[in-house]
């Protein structure tokens, strides 16, 4: 059975840093793309980063590009999201979600497109 479980969601003041984790059980993170998404009051759910399975290529939107990273440790499977310079636009539930790695990559643009989510964890910037 297919689980993920988020952590490390808070409170931090603009410019500060959060890293998320995004446990995985019942499949491999080989097999799996893994993608970070988040989801703001009254917006629409975005795709923020992504990594995939097959290599370990990332994805990241452009509105975090340089700020957020992502990874993954195999020996834990779990996937982290460093998220670095915050900003008052970066509040939202963050979700991971995973996804039957295909040839076209992580679906990072298309959240409807995955399978399995999280419960999400909540991230809040302001001083």
């Known amino acids: 059975q297919v689980q993920l479980v988020e952590s490390g969601g808070g409170l931090v003041q603009p410019g500060g840093s959060l890293r998320l984790s995004c446990a995985a059980s019942?499949?491999?993170?080989?097999?799996?793309?893994i993608g970070w998404f988040r989801q703001a009051p009254g917006k629409e759910r975005e795709g923020v980063s992504c990594i995939a399975g097959r290599d370990g290529s990332t994805y990241n939107a452009d509105s975090v590009k340089g700020r957020f990273t992502i990874s993954r440790d195999n020996a834990k499977n779990t996937v982290y999201l460093q998220m670095n310079s915050l900003t008052p636009e970066d509040p939202a539930v963050y979700y991971c979600?995973?996804?039957?790695?295909?040839?076209?990559?992580?679906?990072?643009?298309?959240?409807?497109?995955?399978?399995?989510w999280g419960q999400g964890t909540q991230v809040t910037v302001s001083s």
């Open positions: 019942g499949f491999t993170l080989d097999y799996y793309d």
């Open positions: 979600a995973a996804d039957p790695t295909g040839l076209g990559g992580p679906k990072c643009s298309s959240w409807y497109l995955w399978n399995y």
